[in-house]
Nanobody, 125 residues
Framework: QVQLVESGGGLVEAGGSLRLSCAVR????????MAWFRQPLGKEREFVAGISRISRDTKYADSVKGRFTISKDDTNDTGFLQMNSLKPEDTAVYSCAANQLPGIVRIMTKDYDYWGQGTQVTVSS
């Protein structure tokens, strides 16, 4: 059974940075495509960033382009989301997701088989 374990959330002032990590644990085999989604309080979950399984192509939501960077370390089955120039509107519960689909970055929640427990990111103004 595959589990995703997240870390790195917290409280930061506007303009600050945070780095989220997502470790794939359990019966892992092969590389994973990974993504980050977020859900602000009272709103629906939305795609933030994703990285494809083999080619490492990346895709970002327009709201985070130029500020967030997604990456992954296949040797250690860990994904990262570097968040810079944070804004109050980035406040949300951030969740990592993974699958082993080939090809393009998927942006729909239904395309991901494994999910982390979620970590709170709060950006104060």
């Amino acid at each position: 059974q595959v589990q995703l374990v997240e870390s790195g959330g917290g409280l930061v002032e506007a303009g600050g940075s945070l780095r989220l990590s997502c470790a794939v644990r359990g019966r892992t085999y092969g590389n994973y495509a990974m993504a980050w989604f977020r859900q602000p309080l009272g709103k629906e979950r939305e795609f933030v960033a994703g990285i494809s399984r083999i080619s490492r192509d990346t895709k970002y939501a327009d709201s985070v382009k130029g500020r967030f960077t997604i990456s992954k370390d296949d040797t250690n089955d860990t994904g990262f989301l570097q968040m810079n120039s944070l804004k109050p509107e980035d406040t949300a519960v951030y969740s990592c997701a993974a699958n082993q689909l080939p090809g393009i970055v998927r942006i729909m929640t239904k395309d991901y088989d494994y999910w982390g427990q979620g970590t709170q990111v709060t950006v104060s103004s």
